[in-house]
């Protein structure tokens, strides 16, 4: 991807408001410093000597604390909203943004928009939660989200629009992933065709860590934590039967990262298959003739797969979407599990598979420590944002800072896991399966 993109953030207008926050423009005073506009960094670390410098519009902008607001904090009606499946940290960012908004900078009327765009819908007829520091202290300590959420709706922008007019919202804080970011700029489109000056600020939810630019996604460590469990698990019973086989499936339905670091992490899966690596089932190079070798040689295997891998084989209907606009999958894992099983029958030989899969286990779990601080750190910075007057435009780190990012270029396509490249070499170097699974073509 070249340097030519465009990461120019959206401002709704001047900023004359002074900020309340204690900080200095001072160095060396040990305080923290307000962060202007013309402070960047660039997205891609790797670059050539040429000589030439960089457009304004080609660097990132640095997140953090504005000197100058557009929002008087005293005027503010804040509404946060978590879209989609869940994911560990939800409940973190939303406590980050009301702990935020309320404590540094006075911000008084927050409303947690309940289950999703859905809870602007009318026919819902849901209450919105009214949200505080007392609301919020604990809910770190739980998993998926307060204000409950759901898939679809974004959609209905003109709807979502007019819900927000009634509410006197000035600020939107869109937590979900890319069809809510999506929805998100369809509503900033709108509020902006209407002449309505409502930031719109994403923190982008996407466990399976795929958003384009970005150093990780919040969530990520801690599936990845959790998914280690499970392959443990899977190799203590394979570890434990003749010709024993566990099959874990993953989160992941476009990239494989999810699967590819917990066979990193663990060092106890022989076979990581993920949707950017393709692989046959059948033939003298499929998976089934390379499980039949593990199992002669060493009696056990274990396999991780992402929920997104061979869908070329199982599912009828490419074009077929969920609510949230998804490619619906086939479910790999009890295909994988029916074609292991019915591979050895046939050759008589004894087999024993256990499957698992632990996706809305881990889903739905607490944010371990690393994440609970990434997402503490996620909604400071979408607050600061918004209140500077940003707007259609996603929090994330980028090279270690924490910057802001276009909605419109973040949403463009998903990262993934590069199959030539050094994270699956070293995937593959894990678990000693071959760099292909796939048959010889005819020509």
């Not at 900023?15 to 305080?31: E, K, M, N």
């Not at 061979?310 to 086939?330: C, E, H, M, W």
């Amino acid at each position: 991807m070249s340097d030519d993109l465009d990461f120019t953030v959206p401002d709704l207008g001047a900023r004359t408001v002074r900020s309340p926050l204690a900080f200095s423009l001072s160095s060396g005073d040990s305080i923290a410093n307000y962060v202007d506009d013309a402070d960047r960094i660039r997205w891609n670390s790797s670059a050539r000597a040429s000589g030439d410098g960089c457009a304004d519009s080609s660097l990132l902008e640095k997140a953090g604390p504005r000197e100058r607001l557009y929002f008087n904090p005293a005027h503010v009606h804040a509404g946060i909203v978590t879209c989609g499946g869940l994911c560990p940290g939800l409940n973190d960012v939303i406590r980050a943004l009301v702990r935020c908004l309320w404590n540094r900078y006075g911000v008084r009327r927050v409303s947690g928009v309940r289950f999703g765009y859905k809870g602007f819908l009318p026919e819902y007829g849901l209450p919105v939660k009214e949200l505080t520091p007392d609301v919020v202290d604990d809910i770190h300590k739980i998993g998926g989200t307060i204000l409950g959420s759901s898939r679809g709706g974004g959609e209905r922008t003109a709807e979502i629009v007019d819900a927000i007019e009634r509410m006197n919202l000035n600020v939107l804080f869109a937590i979900g992933g890319d069809g809510t970011q999506k929805g998100a700029m369809a509503i900033a489109d709108e509020l902006d065709r209407r002449r309505l000056k409502v930031a719109v600020v994403g923190i982008p939810k996407t466990i399976d860590n795929d958003l384009l630019f970005v150093d990780r996604s919040f969530g990520f460590e801690t599936a990845v934590e959790r998914a280690s469990d499970a392959v443990t698990a899977a190799h203590a019973e394979a570890h434990s039967s003749i010709n024993g086989v566990g099959l874990v499936k993953l989160m992941g339905r476009d990239s494989g990262f999810i699967a590819v670091h917990t066979a990193l992490a663990t060092h106890e899966a022989n076979f990581v298959l993920i949707p950017e690596a393709p692989f046959d089932l059948d033939g003298p190079n499929g998976l089934l003739a390379h499980l039949e070798r593990r199992l002669q040689a060493r009696n056990h295997a274990v396999i991780v797969v992402a929920e997104g891998a061979g869908q070329d084989a199982i599912v009828s209907d490419p074009s077929a979407t969920d609510a949230s606009g998804n490619r619906r999958l086939g479910d790999v894992g009890a295909w994988l599990k029916d074609a292991i099983t019915a591979h050895f029958k046939a050759r008589g030989v004894e087999l024993n598979l256990k499957y698992i899969d632990p996706s809305y286990m881990i889903r739905s779990a607490p944010a371990c420590p690393t994440d609970s601080v990434y997402c503490e750190r996620l909604g400071n910075n979408a607050v600061h944002a918004a209140m500077a007057g940003k707007t259609r435009v996603l929090i994330g780190m980028v090279n270690n800072e924490f910057v802001h990012l276009p909605t419109g270029v973040v949403v463009t396509r998903r990262n993934k896991v590069d199959p030539e490249g050094s994270l699956y070499r070293d995937a593959i170097d894990a678990t000693g399966q071959p760099v292909s699974m796939r048959n010889a073509r005819e020509a």
